[in-house]
């Protein structure tokens, strides 16, 4: 089964609904999405009612991608993102949730530049995933990410970080066999049954940036 972990939608910095979200993931047969907007499960709430009201056949669940100072962080199956002071505590109380914490693009702050995270032995250790291929990301980082899920024995997911519907699954998730609930999905990550692909060069990120900022 195919997934597009990493999406945002209008209930953050996107420029597209969820009708968009499930439209595009269904073209493009895609067996599931994630609505992962900045800071809010608004957007992936959203999502999920849309899909259930509408019959639609899409595997999804709960996102969030929490921006701290230290990193990117995606959030999954939680329904309310607690309070934390650090990364290490946010981690703790989304696993005692039956949630799943995965860095975000650990190379792509401001494209090339390396979050802080990527030298906190302690987190690295606690975290389930590392996203190893997003699709706002250049590969050079995007490999240096692999590097870092290598080191640390991390499953790689991959997203494509869309903000507009044109970006939806230019990166995603694999998973070697078919699921139909979270817990599927957090059984193949476990196992790491997953694996990521996709991904874009500079020309085709810049390019899909200025659409963006060009649409209304």
Do not use: Q, W
């Not at 949730?97 to 987190?123: M, Q, T």
């Not at 970080?161 to 998730?173: F, K, N, R």
Request: overall charge positive; glycine content about 6%.
């Amino acid at each position: 089964m195919i997934l597009d972990m990493h999406v945002h939608t209008r209930f953050s910095d996107g420029k597209m609904s969820v009708k968009d979200v499930v439209s595009v993931a269904i073209k493009k047969g895609f067996g599931g999405v994630v609505v992962t907007d900045h800071d809010t499960l608004s957007g992936s709430l959203a999502l999920m009612r849309h899909v259930k009201e509408r019959g639609v056949e899409l595997v999804t669940f709960p996102g969030i991608e929490v921006s701290t100072r230290e990193a990117h962080i995606l959030v999954y199956n939680v329904l309310r993102i607690p309070k934390f002071e650090t990364i290490v505590e946010l981690v703790d109380k989304v696993h005692d949730e039956n949630g799943i914490v995965v860095f975000a693009h650990p190379f792509g702050k401001v494209f090339l530049l390396e979050y802080s995270l990527v030298r906190n032995n302690e987190v690295l250790r606690k975290i389930d995933a590392i996203e190893c291929i997003n699709g706002r990301v250049p590969m050079r980082s995007n490999l240096k990410a692999l590097e870092l899920a290598r080191k640390y024995s991390k499953p790689c997911i991959g997203g494509s970080d869309a903000h507009i519907p044109e970006e939806i699954g230019v990166a995603y998730t694999m998973v070697d066999k078919e699921i139909s609930s979270f817990d599927d999905l957090l059984d193949a990550i476990l196992k790491s049954k997953v694996r990521a692909n996709g991904g874009r060069n500079f020309m085709e990120i810049a390019r899909t940036i200025i659409i963006k900022h060009l649409r209304r």
